[in-house]
């Protein structure tokens, strides 16, 4: 598995857990239980994607500005996470932001997959893509057993 291999997964999950929210009933709580499994998935990657994709792209005249604005992307989401957590959930504008959370996540996943992963492919090593991923698998994992904890 390569670093695009494990980026694409959490990518997965993270559309997998919008689209559960979008969908969410909150007679049994599971819009509240779908919020946080998202934001929990979104910190983790966002911090893991950033130290063991980005960081390293820095070097690379190439990448450096798409780095730059994905991360500029990730801290517009955290802060539309932010915002939601001082909402009342359920309300109408808290669904209004979740739905332009959720279509945020969609545009920065097509974006990162279908023109921001070419320009890093021709940047890093094939050893660089194996070993990246494994930090980045390392880190991700880490964070998100953190993230759990913190929320139980």
């Known amino acids: 598995m390569n670093i695009f291999d ?20 909150d007679g049994r709580g ?6 946080l499994n998202l934001k929990r998935e979104l910190a983790a990657h966002e911090t893991a994607e950033e130290r063991y994709f980005y960081v390293p792209l820095w070097e690379h005249d190439e990448t450096v500005d798409p780095s730059r604005h ?12 932010e915002s939601l957590e001082e909402m009342q959930e359920g309300s109408p504008q808290w669904s209004e932001l979740v739905h332009k959370l959720v279509h ?3 545009h920065h996943l097509d ?11 021709r940047v890093l090593t094939e050893d660089q893509k194996l070993a990246l991923a494994v930090q980045y698998r390392e880190e991700f994992d880490r964070l998100l057993d953190k993230e759990s904890q913190e929320a139980a």
């Not at 974006?111 to 492919?121: I, K, M, Y």
């Open 6 to 25: 494990a980026l694409r997964q959490s990518h997965e999950t993270q559309r997998t857990l919008g689209a559960r929210l979008l969908a969410a009933d």
């Open 30 to 35: 599971d819009r509240h239980r779908a919020f």
């Open 70 to 81: 994905a991360i500029a992307e990730h801290h517009e989401m955290d802060e539309m996470v």
């Open 104 to 106: 945020k996540i969609q």
């Open 111 to 121: 974006e990162e997959e279908n023109r921001f992963f070419q320009a890093a492919g």
